[in-house]
């Protein structure tokens, strides 16, 4: 059995400054709101990256850490990834995709995973809570780039 969850959200910023920005790891304590740290394990000569991502504590004070592989492709604009160590999943397969759009870079996340028979929650809850966070963390990131790139340009997207 295999839940998935979609989401989308289009940057106002080159494609360049978006596929750099949501590459870099080691700056995803920052891009993102629920992460505590994140530590490159290993970098391979074909791109993939092994990776530890530690989030913040959630609301009973359990810290949440697990590594992924992460291997993004620069010439199709598109990065697969899964969970190394699953936690509560069986598995835990993401896949993004970048596209230049109307009004931006449509950059879209998919999840397929499936959780563990033994958790207190189903595959249901669990894309009812990825789909929630996603874009919460879909908008801060589009915010946090469009910031960037009126930084690096002095106007808006490109």
Do not use: C
């Amino acid at each position: 059995m295999t839940a998935r969850t979609e989401n989308t959200v289009v940057i106002d910023a080159p494609l360049d400054l978006v596929w750099e920005m949501t590459n870099d790891i080691e700056s995803w304590p920052q891009l993102f709101d629920e992460y505590a740290a994140a530590e490159i394990l290993e970098r391979s000569p074909d791109g993939t990256v092994r990776f530890r991502l530690t989030m913040l504590p959630d609301e009973d004070g359990k810290v949440w850490s697990w590594v992924s592989l992460r291997k993004p492709d620069p010439g199709t604009r598109t990065v697969r990834a899964h969970r190394v160590e699953t936690g509560p999943f069986e598995f835990m397969n993401i896949a993004w995709d970048y596209q230049e759009a109307e009004g931006g870079v449509r950059m879209r996340w998919v999840q397929e995973f499936h959780v563990r028979s033994e958790m207190p929650f189903d595959d249901a809850a669990m894309a009812e809570h990825l789909n929630a966070n996603t874009k919460v963390q879909m908008a801060r990131i589009k915010k946090l780039v469009e910031e960037a790139a009126l930084g690096r340009s002095g106007e808006p997207g490109r």
